[in-house]
């Protein structure tokens, strides 16, 4: 289930300098990002690959792997790329168990099973906690609603403009609530506090599919009120 992956090539983050790396992974296709600043790399969701995540990089130093929520689809390969690079392992609290235990269908977002469960995380993301990388870091916005420790990574310094924001927006529309640990009023908090503190201009990278901007979501999204 688990063979799926593809280069999806990468960009040059408008601030200048920094690259975002783009892998499509897995059997659900889930969007694995590096984020490469000065020589190192944060790796966002290594879904079901995160060894060849690790192959794929162009030596860059892993300084850290963040789950922007529990689901198997986007940490099932966090065990084997913390294992290939020593990279420390980052997730909010209310989504550890679901990812300890990724390799049961019932929490892998998609009723798919994934081979591994996510290792005890290193650090555990709260509301405004910094994660570095090179010349850049990321703010920890919580967004709960796809899950309860779903996260939203909002970039400043050398990556002011770019978001990742996981399961929880994509575009015109927002991700699903019925699965495991989904909560609609939650889900709609969060999207409307999106809208509201993440800058219009921001380019929002999502847990599957294309790339949207924030300014395009409050003009088309009928979920970001
Ligand atoms: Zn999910």
Do not use: W
């Not at 992956?5 to 790396?21: H, I, N, P, T, Y």
């Not at 709960?144 to 770019?162: F, R, S």
């Not at 609530?177 to 939650?186: E, I, Q």
């Amino acid at each position: 289930m688990t063979g799926y992956f593809r280069d999806a090539g990468s960009f040059e983050v408008s601030s200048g300098g920094d690259v975002v790396r783009v892998f499509v992974v897995g059997p659900i296709q889930t969007n694995c990002y590096a984020y490469v600043s000065a020589g190192e790399a944060l790796i966002v969701d290594p879904g079901a690959a995160g060894v060849r995540v690790a192959a794929a990089l162009s030596g860059e130093k892993v300084v850290c792997v963040v789950g922007t929520h529990g689901h198997g689809d986007h940490v099932g390969g966090v065990a084997a790329l913390v294992s290939a690079t020593g990279a420390p392992f980052e997730l909010a609290a209310p989504d550890v168990e679901m990812a300890e235990h990724a390799s049961n269908p019932r929490h892998s977002g998609s009723g798919v099973s994934y081979d591994n469960d996510a290792p005890a995380p290193s650090r555990l993301l709260v509301e405004g906690d910094v994660v570095k990388v090179g010349t850049a870091q990321f703010r920890v916005m919580e967004t709960p609603g796809h899950t309860p420790g779903g996260i939203c990574l909002v970039g400043e310094g050398t990556a002011d403009g770019i978001a990742f924001v996981g399961d929880t927006l994509f575009p015109g529309s927002c991700g699903r609530t019925d699965l495991d640990g989904g909560d609609p009023d939650a889900m709609r908090q969060s999207l409307s506090r999106m809208g509201r503190e993440i800058a219009p201009k921001t380019v929002l990278l999502c847990g599957h599919g294309p790339a949207t901007t924030m300014a395009e979501e409050l003009e088309n999204n009928p979920f970001v009120q």
